[in-house]
């Protein structure tokens, strides 16, 4: 279903006339009608969450090919918590800790692990990830969806991107800062054999692969539905 499908399946009648002229206006579907499907899920969304997107559930799909029994995880830059609790929600044995410097996107994410009856093995921490809050915490799987988009680019996505929260995108001047500190930073916090799942923009695996390299990992890619590069597993 397209959008405006999307939008007429929600309301009808003077809503929907309301609801259609907020899309012509250009203000997401999602945010619209304040959830969004992920994974078979629906997820509440806010104008602090990212908005789940078809490519991140390819991450997905790499995390719950490398679980099997009770693994831990952190999500860092969680958003909506939508990575998170569709692994949880399929492994029910794992239990993980979820990140975002945002409260609001916080709060989404846990209103969205009560949902998806994960709330019971998903902690939430509120906070900027380049403060270590991870401290000595270890992770069997680090998972991130960091904001990845280069700073000069920004302004030139599409509209209705731009309406989604610019720190949940800007990625810094090359669009790595995020994997450059988590990558180095965080990988104290992953158990021996520990490893990174990242969703990764269309153009960078060469500076993801070199930063893997730089600090001791192999790194395979993925490809999106679109043949894109889109996930780096770090081992
Ligand atoms: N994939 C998103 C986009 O194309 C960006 C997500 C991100 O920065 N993590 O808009």
Redesign the pocket.
């Known amino acids: 279903m397209n959008d405006i499908d999307i939008i007429k399946s929600y309301y009808s009648g003077d809503e929907l006339k309301i609801a259609l002229e907020k899309y012509e206006s250009g203000i997401p579907a999602a945010y619209i009608i304040g959830e969004w499907e992920f994974f078979g899920d629906r997820y509440y969304v806010n104008e602090d969450c ?1 908005i789940p ?1 078809c ?2 559930e390819r991450v997905v799909e790499k995390v719950l090919s490398c679980i099997n029994g009770s693994k831990t995880i952190a999500d860092i ?1 969680t958003g909506s918590g939508c990575i998170a609790i569709s692994v949880l929600k399929r492994k029910t044995e794992a239990v993980g800790l979820a990140i975002d410097i945002s409260s609001n996107a916080i709060e989404a994410a846990k209103k969205n692990a009560e949902i998806n009856n994960v709330s019971d093995r998903l902690e939430f921490i509120c906070a900027d990830i380049f403060s270590d809050p991870l401290g000595d915490k270890k992770f069997d799987i680090i998972i991130s ?5 280069r700073t000069d680019v920004l302004d030139s ?2 509209e209705y ?1 731009k309406k ?1 929260p610019v720190i ?4 810094g001047d090359d ?1 790595m800062m995020f994997y450059n500190y988590i990558v180095t930073n965080c990988k104290k916090n992953l158990k021996q054999n520990g490893i990174f799942i990242f ?1 990764i ?1 269309y153009d960078q695996e060469d500076s993801i692969k070199l930063l893997a390299k730089q600090n001791g990992f192999d790194c395979e890619i993925t490809k999106d539905y679109s043949g894109n590069p889109r996930v780096a597993l770090l081992k």
């Open positions: 990212l997107r490519d991140t830059c969806n960091p904001p990845y988009i996505l599409d991107v989604e949940a995108l800007d990625g669009g969703e923009g």
